[in-house]
């Protein structure tokens, strides 16, 4: 019934590094934890885990993430960024916009989830970093969701095999040529010369092209309490920035609320 993720079908279509190493589990606590093990003994750059069940699969703020055997992606990949940490946030950003092509549906609401074009949630993106490595984990309703979400297959027909590998070969590229930016290193296919700061630009403004948060009213639920605005833009340390009565506030984490966009109401 899994077959079609296991790793002689996946591997033949990987573009760059990130999957290579590949550990297909039908169950786990979580792809995450299976990931960090794995990075602690050494595992290369790219190496992934997919995993049918996670018995305690979690999202952002600690909330739990529950996913439907065999109807559901949810994995996790290992990057080993050469990029400062404060520049993380970039590849979070370029996880949501890879995300976004490799799905063809839908839009980003701010820090990281995937939305329907109705507002329900589609998948869900988590960076949890280690020690000189970072864990970026996905998880995304294929063909059920929980209660309130939405699953991919509701438009259209959709093979798990090939969002994996569109999302893997996607960001396996910006993510090389971002890094190239930072080491201004000319050799990665596609860097043709460009500035750190083109790459920079690259990644932010290919999510502004998908946002669902920019330019809307919103409403945060920030760490110092709430706060209500319009979202006027994102920054590269990963921020919104929200304009609050004519001034821009930067907010580095909290949950969003799109006001009266898909009935959202504070
Ligand atoms: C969120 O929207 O809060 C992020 C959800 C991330 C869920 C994925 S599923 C694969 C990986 N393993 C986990 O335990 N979490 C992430």
Same mark, same amino acid.
């Given at each position: 019934m899994f077959g079609e993720l296991k790793p002689e079908v996946l591997l033949p279509l990987l573009e760059t590094p990130l999957g290579r190493a590949y550990r297909y589990l039908r169950r786990t606590t979580s792809t995450q934890d299976a990931v960090k093990a794995w990075a602690e003994e050494g595992a290369p750059e790219g190496a992934l885990v997919v995993a049918e069940t996670q018995e305690k699969g979690r999202g952002r703020r600690g909330r739990p993430w529950q996913s439907a055997p065999g109807a559901s992606l949810t994995f996790s990949v290992l990057l080993r960024p050469r990029? +400062? +940490?404060? *520049? @993380?946030p970039l590849l979070s950003f370029a996880a949501g916009v890879a995300l976004r092509e490799a799905c063809g549906v839908g839009g980003l609401k701010w820090p990281n989830d995937l939305l329907a074009s109705d507002g329900r949630k589609l998948a869900g993106i988590l960076l949890e970093a280690g020690r000189g490595y970072v864990v970026l984990g996905v998880g995304l309703n294929i063909r059920e969701a929980p209660p309130g979400a939405a699953a991919l297959a509701e438009f259209g027909p959709v093979e798990r095999l090939e969002v994996l590998a569109g999302f893997l070969n996607r960001l396996g590229h910006s993510y090389a040529s971002l890094e190239a930016g930072f080491r201004g %290193?000319? *050799?990665?296919? !596609? @860097? *043709? !010369? %460009?500035s750190r700061v083109d790459k920079v630009s690259q990644v932010l403004t290919a999510w502004r092209r998908y946002s669902l948060t920019l330019g809307q009213e919103v409403l945060l639920e920030t760490p110092q309490g709430p706060l209500r605005g319009r979202a006027a833009d994102i920054a590269e340390d990963g921020s919104l920035l929200v304009e609050v009565s004519g001034t821009i506030r930067r907010v580095t984490s909290g949950d969003v609320a799109l006001i009266g966009t898909f009935g959202e109401r504070p």
């Open positions: 990029l +400062p +940490p404060e *520049r @993380f %290193d000319s *050799r990665v296919a !596609g @860097f *043709r !010369g %460009d």
